[in-house]
């Protein structure tokens, strides 16, 4: 199957300019720590008003916990020293559900902090949270639908169907709002059993919403025997169509080698993951994943919760990020997206992960030019 899949921007990518570039491939080369950590993703809360299904956060939702605004401002302050610019509030929980989250955005425009992404269900966006997340002009706002109509949404999340109509409302008074910020608004759908012979529903409604919209697979819920057998063929044939057809939109599809994984095993390929290292992701280097608890991790793929690579505690941020888990972080990060070394020696924080949960050439972080940069020198690095 041919997919033109047209991907969108990577925050790094709004956030680091021409000149960095060469500066930020030099330090990686030379194995130095000074890169600016200028991305944050920040889960504000554990808590959710929704329960969908295959929700990847069920873990974490076990410990329900709140980042208090002084916390907040605590990290935005100390991540500030280290380069910090711009942040994406995300996962976890639903962020807007945090009891204090207009308070959240007022701390981030204080601070001059640019809202590069919110994530969202979009059930609280009612006029006042629309107007505090506009407010601090986010570059996009992701709107989690799941569904092209009320039933399957209402079974995916377990919510009244009657609360879609509130739902869509929302994104309707939120894309026209938007016009004034320049904020991208854009909507994602699940393909599962639920969802799946939906696709052209799914287009006509992100083409009615007048938004950008993506489908991904299901993140760590398991696609069903009846699924793989029956389901894959249609979505398949779905996915083409639209492929061919669809020039109006940006369309995109996350994470569809899983999809094309179980069609090839159904199909008795041999379907292994592809072996295919992504570009150069900087997470290492340049992003921050932080947790309400004040756990932080090096992204959202490869959060161990039992394993964070460090805590908000005494240390200020700074330090912590040139401590030596950070540091044994970044080496096993330039050896395996420069060097290709992660099968002879296993990696001990990034570990293998890092390939498998990214699709093959989209690590989450990374900047295609500063990827092609780093590769270039590969030769070149000590
Ligand atoms: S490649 Fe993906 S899993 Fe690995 S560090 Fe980057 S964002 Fe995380």
Not at 281 to 300: E, H, V
Request: aromatic share 6%; glycine share 4%.
């Amino acid at each position: 199957m041919a997919h033109n899949v047209t991907l969108k921007q990577s925050p790094l990518e709004l956030l680091i300019n021409n000149t960095e570039i060469d500066h930020i491939a030099r330090a990686i080369l030379d194995n130095s720590p000074a890169v600016p950590r200028v991305f944050a993703e920040i889960h504000v809360t554990d808590h959710c008003n929704s329960a969908c299904r295959f929700c990847n956060q069920r873990t974490a939702r076990r410990r329900e916990s709140e980042m208090a605004p002084s916390m907040f401002e605590h990290v935005i302050k100390d991540l500030s020293y280290i380069g910090l610019r711009g942040v994406r509030l995300s996962g976890g929980g639903e962020p807007t559900a945090h009891p204090q989250f207009i308070e959240l955005l007022r701390i981030l425009r204080q601070n001059r902090i640019q809202l590069v992404n919110i994530d969202t269900n979009g059930l609280l966006l009612g006029n006042k949270m629309r107007k505090a997340v506009l407010n601090c002009k986010p570059r996009t706002v992701h709107i989690s639908l799941l569904a092209p109509d009320g039933k399957r949404w209402s079974q995916e999340t377990g919510i009244h169907r009657y609360k879609y109509r509130s739902l869509i409302s929302n994104v309707e008074a939120l894309v026209k709002e938007a016009e004034s910020t320049a904020t991208r608004v854009e909507v994602s759908f699940v393909i599962d059993e639920i969802t799946y012979d939906t696709i052209p529903k799914m287009e006509d409604l992100a083409n009615k919403l007048g938004v950008d919209f993506f489908i991904h697979d299901l993140n760590s819920y398991s696609y069903s025997r009846h699924f793989l057998d029956h389901c894959i063929p249609v979505v398949n044939a779905a996915l083409n169509h639209i492929h061919e057809d669809t020039v109006r939109r940006r369309f995109y599809i996350k994470n569809l080698t899983r999809l094309e994984l179980a069609r090839k095993r159904l199909a008795g390929i041999n379907a292994q993951r592809p072996k295919e290292l992504p570009t150069v992701c900087l997470a290492p280097w340049c992003a921050t994943m932080i947790r309400p608890d004040g756990t932080i991790f090096p992204c959202c793929a490869i959060m161990d919760l039992k394993n964070p690579l460090s805590s908000i505690g005494m240390l200020p941020l700074r330090e912590i990020c040139t401590s030596q888990r950070f540091l044994k972080m970044q080496e096993e990060a330039r050896q395996l997206f420069l060097f290709k070394q992660a099968e002879s020696e296993p990696l001990q924080i990034l570990n293998t992960r890092c390939i498998g949960r990214c699709g093959p050439k989209e690590g989450l972080y990374s900047h295609p030019a500063l990827s092609q940069r780093l590769l270039q020198s590969e030769g070149s690095a000590p």
